[in-house]
Nanobody, 121 residues
Framework: QVQLVESGGGVVQPGGSLKLSCAAS????????MGWYRQAPGKQRELVAG???????NYAGSVKGRFTISRDSAKNTVSLQMNSLKPEDTAVYYC???????????????WGQGTQVTVSS
């Protein structure tokens, strides 16, 4: 199996910064795309940022210029540096990975358990 474990959430004042990290472990042959999603109360889960194995990135318009996604493919980790945080960034943040497992044909999506980010004064 494959497990994704997030860390780094918490409470921060508007304008502050947080860094989220996610580590994947298990029967991993290769991780393809990785990403961060978030879900606020009463809202649908949305893509925050994604990164391909080659390092190409994409961001939601609401976070572009404030958030930076990065990955270490050798360590199977992905991070999200969040700066200039706003109250509307408050949500549960989820890590995702598109994984090819050893002996598997094709790939599957895996999710972390989520980490709460609260932006409040």
């Amino acid at each position: 199996q494959v497990q994704l474990v997030e860390s780094g959430g918490g409470v921060v004042q508007p304008g502050g910064s947080l860094k989220l990290s996610c580590a994947a472990s298990g029967s991993i042959f290769r991780i393809n795309d990785m990403g961060w999603y978030r879900q606020a109360p009463g809202k649908q889960r949305e893509l925050v940022a994604g990164i391909t194995r080659g390092g190409s990135t994409n961001y939601a318009g609401s976070v572009k210029g404030r958030f930076t996604i990065s990955r270490d493919s050798a360590k199977n980790t992905v991070s999200l540096q969040m700066n200039s945080l706003k109250p509307e960034d408050t949500a549960v943040y989820y890590c995702s990975a598109d994984v090819t497992r050893w002996g598997q044909v094709g790939q599957s999506d895996y999710w972390g358990q989520g980490t709460q980010v609260t932006v409040s004064s």
